[in-house]
């Protein structure tokens, strides 16, 4: 034979396989000629949860769930009893197992895989009923260890889909995993993956021949392989062969021989244990009194350049100066082993590129190496450095892209995914605050239904960009997430996840086209209640909107969604595309559904454009409409999202002149208010000793009905039964409405003494949340003091706040004090003053304090005649 020389580096990793602990030593792992090929040095495992070991699966027989799980769940879960009643019953024979045999096996779900289980050999029970689609498998015979385990056996033909016992062998790592089609499960194809496993059945019976081995030849050898580019691929598939065949004739057994499998090539890099310091080390690794066996825990060199070593110098410093330390990882760490939303890691220098598993771009797979995602990102070089990882939902597909010298690969489905950043990089003011006088969280609402198809989704996508990119996204300006609508909605990325132009546009260019129905009412209704929450980002006093792109017509109820939104303060914008010809209108469930699912049929909210083509004129109008706060009239506030009731006294002694002088006062504080069938609503009541409704809360939806119905009531005249009208209103007017989610206010106008108790009625509304309990001080007057400190210590910790800031003074008489200074203090802070006297208020205080005009903002009391 001519076989070229080995490398030294490979020579030295024999002699450390000699202090290896013993392969697996049945047949169908290591400990047999069928599966000699497929070891190496290198095994890592993961942490992931498996299921937990608490579940009692002898709870359920012939069927598990009640109902069927939710779409979430259904990989949690499957549908039916996750066991056969053969299974079953043996696990009901455990114990007696048990005892005879000294293990019991562990019972698993569909979806555990290999790196869940943590043993060199193990035994486990897969349910019966798993469905051969849901498996994810990679590889044939030696499985990568990112399988399912059930779904591996079911492969190799181990069990069928009821389920049974499996003997799990963990085995190193291989540098590919081919894909077949055996038993109804198709493996996929993976370049390269840290551990592997094998399954075997326990029902095999071995011969003895198979178990104990040639005794005449106990030894414990290791095959070192050529796998140089000296060789090539064909001499090497030959010199595999060969050394198969001596194996074979061997005779390896528990009692004879056991072999183990090293390839010598370029590089033998161990993964650095995740215990190592790096800060022990700098510009080398290993004093040269270490003994052999401490150099194997940790690498030959120091895998973190001198900066980074120096930057874990400062760490305390950096910490009590940020708050934060990053985590020290190693070059194969993965996303999913990060189990926070955001996190700082330092990635250490030395890693080498070829030995990287990257999947995706820009977005990753969790199953990525973090280092390697930043280094094909283009965050990091070789040398390592901090890195700064975002957790993203997972995805329906990951692209494969070349950069920065490493490829990484495509995967189809994973769930949950990473982005990555850097923290050195020093932002622009514009990009770090964005647009200030844009401050809105908004949705994009993209269709990915069958409607539109693939192309016309990309330039969909396209033009969300170029809308994006001109809003001026940033931490204090526009926050922007998107939804894709087909058959279920999906959202692909929440307002926390990025807060620049660049990565929003990254992120929109990576989302795929999903297919299905165009259920844009079920989408709507899905981000209203799930999108816009605190925890995915939403912030306080900021407009929500969500822009919602039709191509042609939904194909589900939109109305009932437009309502739900609003009930969510929500401002919904309809960018519809491509309306239907009249030949489609007859399959148009309603024509006029853009009307009915916007906030308002005003104009304002629907957009329309006749196709994709073009699109780049229609950016920035619809940008203008987006930053136009002014116009979200569908956004919960205090002045669109309550309910008051004015109990107007129209008793004798009131005088009409009076009355109309309350009319007027309710009149002014109406105004304010957005009324509307979604905003604030009033409602009025006169009472003497009798009480009558003037309107109730659903007579009127427009300001200008309300204010013209104010002005013209009646005056009664008569007695005067507060408690009666109080309990009347509460009863009558705020009864009928008791689940608005809009908060209720009763103010009460009156000039007067009740003939009859309040005490009583006020509680009760007070128990109905519509009045608040304020207790009487008594004492002297110093109006001048009370309105400094009311600006002071009220107004003042909310002087950036956007709303509008109002001072109703409600006043008797003469004060003490001069209340000019302070009132045009106020004035000069953006108050606005309304003084209202009660009886002898004299008319030149409530002048002076009120803002201007005077004789709209200054009420006299009943003195005043």
């Not at 844009?520 to 980002?537: I, M, N, R, Y």
Request: proline letters at 6%; glycine letters at 10%; one cysteine or more.
């Amino acid at each position: 034979m001519r076989w070229h020389s080995v490398p030294g580096t490979a020579l030295s990793t024999v002699a450390r396989l000699s202090r290896l602990r013993p392969l697996p030593r049945s047949p169908g792992a290591l400990g047999s000629p069928a599966s000699l090929a497929h070891a190496s040095l290198s095994r890592r495992s993961s942490q992931n949860p498996a299921m937990p070991s608490s579940w009692i699966p002898a709870l359920c027989l012939g069927g598990y769930a009640p109902s069927p799980p939710r779409p979430r769940e259904r990989r949690q879960q499957p549908p039916s009893c996750p066991f056969s009643a053969g299974a079953w019953l043996l696990l009901l024979l455990l114990p007696r197992l048990a005892r005879a045999k000294g293990a019991v096996p562990i019972a698993i779900t569909c979806f555990t895989r290999g790196l869940d289980i943590r043993k060199e050999k193990a035994d486990v029970l897969c349910p019966g009923g798993c469905s051969l689609e849901e498996f994810s498998v990679f590889g044939n015979i030696v499985y990568a260890s990112v399988s399912s385990i059930c779904g591996a056996a079911v492969h190799r033909g181990v069990l069928d889909s009821s389920g049974g016992p499996v003997r799990v062998y963990s085995l190193p790592g291989r540098e590919n995993y081919s894909s077949v089609d055996a038993n109804g499960v198709q493996s996929q194809t993976l370049s390269r993956w840290p551990s592997s496993f094998a399954v075997t059945s326990k029902r095999l019976k071995k011969t003895p021949e198979k178990k104990t081995g040639n005794k005449d030849c106990k030894a414990d050898i290791a095959f070192l392989i050529d796998g140089s580019f000296n060789i090539g691929q064909r001499r090497f598939n030959l010199q595999k062969n060969f050394v198969g065949k001596v194996a074979l004739m061997l005779g390896i057994g528990t009692e004879g021989p056991h072999v183990g499998l090293v390839q010598a090539r370029s590089s033998q890099t161990p993964a650095m244990p995740s215990s190592w310091i790096p800060a022990l080390c700098l510009g080398g690794y290993a004093p040269s009194s270490q003994r052999p066996r401490e150099r194997r825990q940790q690498p030959p060199s120091c895998p973190f350049s001198a900066g980074a070593w120096l930057l874990l110098l400062l760490l305390p410093r950096l910490a009590r100066a940020k708050g934060a330390v990053p985590i020290a990882i190693t070059c194969f760490t993965r996303g999913l082993d990060i189990r926070k939303e955001k996190a700082d890691v330092l990635c250490p220098g030395g890693c080498s590129l070829e030995e990287f598993s990257v999947f995706g771009n820009i977005v990753y797979a969790s199953v990525s190496s973090i280092c390697g995602a930043a280094v094909h990102r283009g965050v990091i070089d070789s040398s390592g450095g901090p890195v700064r990882i975002y957790s993203l939902p997972g995805r329906e597909n990951y692209s494969s892209v070349d950069a920065n010298g490493i490829q990484s690969q495509t995967l189809s489905i994973w769930p949950s995914s990473f982005a990555v950043t850097s923290k050195r990089l020093k932002k622009t003011p514009e990009k770090k605050t964005g647009n200030k006088d844009c401050k809105a969280d908004i949705a994009f609402l993209i269709d990915g239904s069958f409607n539109i198809g693939q192309r016309r989704f990309n330039l969909q996508k396209n033009f969300v960009g170029k809308v994006a990119l001109m809003l001026g996204i940033g931490t204090e300006g526009p926050h922007v997430g998107l939804v894709q609508a087909s058959e279920h909605p999906k959202i692909e990325f929440y307002l926390k996840n990025f807060t620049s132009a660049k990565d929003v546009l990254f992120a929109i260019k990576e989302v795929g086209f999903r297919g299905g129905n165009s259920n844009t009412g079920k989408a709507l209704k899905h981000t209203a209640q799930k999108f816009f929450t605190a925890d995915a980002g939403v912030r306080k006093g900021i407009p929500k909107v969500v822009v919602v792109f039709i191509d042609g017509w939904p194909s589900d109820d939109i109305e009932e969604a437009g309502i739900v939104a609003r009930e969510f303060g929500v401002n919904v914008f309809i960018v519809s595309v491509a309306k239907p010809i009249p030949e489609e209108l007859g399959m148009v469930q309603d024509v006029a559904f853009v009307d009915k699912a916007v906030c308002r049929n005003n104009g304002f909210f629907s957009y329309h454009m006749p196709n994709w083509f073009g699109t780049t004129k229609y950016v920035k109008p619809l940008v203008q409409k987006l930053c136009t706060h002014e116009q979200m009239m569908c956004s919960k506030t205090c002045y669109n999202s309550v309910n008051i009731a004015f109990l107007i006294d129209g008793s004798s002694s009131v005088g009409d002149s009076n009355f109309r002088l309350m009319l007027e006062f309710v009149s002014n504080i109406a105004k304010t208010f957005e009324i509307s069938d979604i905003g604030a609503k009033i409602a009025a009541v006169q009472f003497t000793y009798d009480q009558r409704t003037e309107f109730s809360f659903t007579d009127y939806n427009t300001k200008e009905n309300v204010l013209a119905v104010l002005g013209n009531i009646r005056y009664m005249s008569g007695g005067t039964a507060t408690g009666d009208a109080i309990s009347f209103t509460v009863r009558n007017v705020f009864g009928p409405i008791r689940d608005s989610p809009n908060k209720n206010f009763l103010v009460i106008v009156t000039d007067g003494q009740s003939y009859d108790d309040v005490r009583g009625p006020a509680a009760a509304a007070h128990d109905a949340a519509v009045l608040g309990n304020i207790r009487y001080m008594s004492g002297g007057t110093a109006t001048g003091d009370a309105i400094s400190f009311t600006v002071r210590n009220v107004f003042g910790p909310i002087r950036d706040s956007p709303n509008k800031n109002f001072l109703v003074i409600v006043t008797d008489g003469q004060s003490y004090d001069d209340v000019r200074g302070p009132a045009a203090a106020a004035h000069d802070a953006g108050i606005t003053i309304f003084s209202v006297g009660v009886a002898w208020a004299p008319l030149d205080d409530l002048r002076d304090m009120a803002s201007k005009p005077k004789e709209s903002h200054a009420l006299p009391g009943s003195s005043q005649d």
